[in-house]
T-cell receptor, first 109, second 114 residues
């Protein structure tokens, strides 16, 4: 069975501070990992996926298979980064996406 | 120009009623999904259709019945609504064939059962 754990329900930082949103996963095979974001009153949208190895809006995430983690990081948080962040895992032939419970990030001025 | 659209946006109804939520995507995708987001913002897959064929059916009460008339539409019909069905329901679509393909989400339908 696949599982995604986001240990922090809430995370609050000040503008300009580094931010790290934690994500750990459980899956016996090779999963695809994603971060989705939901800004206030907007629909859920893809932020980044590990296979792309790209930086979006200053965020990066590295897949660590040894620690089964896919933490999301940004060196300098901005107020517009305040949103709900979901880590997600896709695996298996039916492309089922399993979401973590989400972390609400608040960036204070 | 909306990629994934849902109707209605809000739905308030009494316990015991039957209601439907509609979803349409104009992205040409072959796979569509329904998710439920509860009051704690937890997102969980309910169903998935690929080319009108059901491929994911999580442990959802059989009061919930998805229907896909064609690849661009996936509707959700709910019978005998219960208080616990109150949630936000999201439709999504993706191009199947790869597990790393992005899923595109609709704006959600907030269902309130009184």
């Amino acid at each position: 069975a696949q599982r995604v754990t986001q240990p922090e329900k809430l995370l609050s930082v000040f503008k300009g501070a580094p931010v790290e949103l934690k994500c750990n996963y459980s899956y016996s095979g090779s999963p695809e990992l994603f971060w989705y974001v939901q800004y206030s009153r907007q629909r859920l949208q893809l932020l980044l996926r590990h296979i792309s190895r790209e930086s979006i809006k200053g965020f990066t995430a590295d897949l660590n298979k040894g620690e089964t983690s896919f933490h999301l990081k940004k060196p300098f948080a901005q107020e517009e980064d305040s949103a709900m962040y979901y880590c997600a895992l896709s695996a298996g032939s039916n492309y089922k996406l399993t979401f973590g419970k989400g972390t609400l990030l608040t960036v204070n001025p | 120009d909306t990629a994934v659209s849902q109707t209605p946006k809000y739905l308030v109804t009494q316990m015991g009623n039957d209601k439907s939520i509609k979803c349409e995507q104009n992205l040409g995708h072959d796979t569509m999904y329904w998710y439920k987001q509860d009051s704690k913002k937890f997102l969980k897959i309910m169903f998935s259709y690929n080319n009108k064929e059901l491929i994911i059916n999580e442990t959802v009460p059989n009061r919930f019945s998805p229907k896909s008339p064609d690849k661009a539409h996936l509707n959700l019909h709910i019978n005998s609504l219960e208080l616990g069905d109150s949630a936000v329901y999201f439709c999504a679509s993706s191009q199947g064939g790869n597990s790393y393909n992005e899923q595109f989400f609709g704006p959600g339908t907030r269902l309130t059962v009184l």
